[in-house]
Every structure is written in C-alpha cells, then in structure tokens.
C-alpha cells in the first residue's frame, strides 16, 4: 500500500538552531500537510501545501511542495524549546484530479530541544 | 471558536465490555474521520463520513468496530466486545471540505482494555 516515508526518525538539537525534516512518497500526492502533536493531545495543523513546488510559511515555519509532488520538507528556525513535540507530514491520497480527503501519515519526527 | 471536542478523554474498561466514543466535530465542517494511534502503527485511519454518511470503512480492524453519524454534530465510535489490543488513542477529526485535505483534530481518547 501506499506509504510515506518521513526522516530523521528523531533529532535532539540545541536550542537557536535550524530543524529539517522530510518526507517522501512512491506515489503523487494532490495534498502536503504537516501537523504536529504534544503529549497528550491531537495533532495540530501547522502547514498545508496544495501546488507542487509550492513554499510556504507559517512563522518560523517553512514547508515545501516537492516539484515532482511526491515529496515535501518542513524547516524549522531558529529553535525554542516549545518546539519540542512530534511532526508528522500526510499526504492526501490522490484519485484522478480530485483529493479523496482521506490522509496518509508519515511515522512521524521527534523533536527534542536542548535549552 | 470551539474545535473538536471528544468524550471521555480517558476510558478505562474491562475486556469484554462495550465502549463508546463521541465525538463533536466542528460545526460546519462536512467530513469527519476516526483515527486510532498506537506506539507500533503510528496514526491509522478507521472510518470517515462525508455528509453523515460512511464513504469508507475499510481500516475498521473487525467486527468488533462500528462508527455512526446521526446528524452532522455527533458521531460515535463503538467497540463491543472489547479486547486488551484495542488499546489506544482514538482521535476523531472533521474537515470543511473533503477535496482540501485539512484536518482538524480533537484532543483524543485515551482508551486502556485490562
């Protein structure tokens, strides 16, 4: 089945620095979205990218469409320790030209800040 | 503005008994969606509904499982009987409109089979 492969597994970073994290697909996706989760709640929509080779940003927040719409970053800067949490990328499954609204998740980031 | 609320955020039950999850998605949103986490298979998507009905149910693991969706403010997720690998976050997320991909979730329940 379809799977979205999403990397670094886990980073521990200083506070102040930058974060990269990506994900990627075999199969094109209409949809990029990153969302991400603290302890003990759901997760929360950071980014959402719709156009491939789309760049958005949300803050300290960059997030990228991928030109070949099978693959997107997230880039974090200048680190704080709220940053701290899980991210996850998913991908709305394609079906001809319309998005299916069903989501495929990545494994998820974790993010561990160092102040 | 209120997002999507869920109830009980935990649930601790006996294997054997019957559960409930409810959820509240956010009003005006058409499509809601039940998701289960676990440590071992990360987020998996159980069922969704477009307009209060069920357009696909195929990761709803067994029998077991059943989800409705009365009228477009209220839904439930129902395990009967329950077995101890149910155990889980169960989040429940609505979306404004199916072809954009958005989610928004809720605060998830945290369900413990013993």
């Known amino acids: 089945g379809q799977q979205l492969n999403q990397s670094p597994q886990s980073m521990f970073i200083q506070e102040g620095e930058d974060v990269s994290m990506n994900c990627t697909s075999s199969s094109i996706f209409n949809t990029w979205l990153w969302y991400k989760q603290d302890p003990g709640e759901g997760p929360v929509l950071l980014i959402a990218l719709y156009k491939a080779g789309e760049l958005t940003s949300n803050g300290r927040l960059t997030a990228q469409f991928g030109i070949t719409r099978k693959d997107s970053f997230l880039n ?10 899980i991210y996850f990328c998913a991908g709305d499954k394609t079906h001809g030209s319309s998005n299916t609204g069903k ?6 980031t974790t993010l561990q800040v160092k102040p | 503005d209120a997002g999507v609320i869920q109830s009980p955020r935990h649930e601790v039950t006996e294997m054997g008994q019957e559960v409930t999850l409810r959820c509240k998605p956010i009003s005006g949103h058409n499509s809601l969606f039940w998701y289960r986490q676990t440590m071992m298979r990360g987020l998996e998507l159980l069922i969704y509904f477009n307009n209060n009905v069920p357009i696909d149910d195929s990761g709803m693991p067994e029998d077991r499982f059943s989800a409705k969706m ?11 009987p329950s ?3 149910d155990s889980a976050v169960y989040f ?15 605060p998830g329940t945290r369900l413990t089979v013993t």
């Open chain 1, 103 to 108: 989501l495929i998740f990545g494994q998820g």
């Open chain 2, 83 to 85: 077995e101890p690998r």
């Open chain 2, 92 to 106: 429940c997320a609505s979306s404004p409109d199916r072809g954009l991909g958005e989610q928004y979730f809720g």
């Open chain 1, 76 to 85: 974090i800067s200048a680190s704080i320790p709220s940053d701290v949490g």
């Open chain 2, 70 to 80: 009365p009228n477009a403010s209220f839904s439930t997720l129902k395990i009967q």
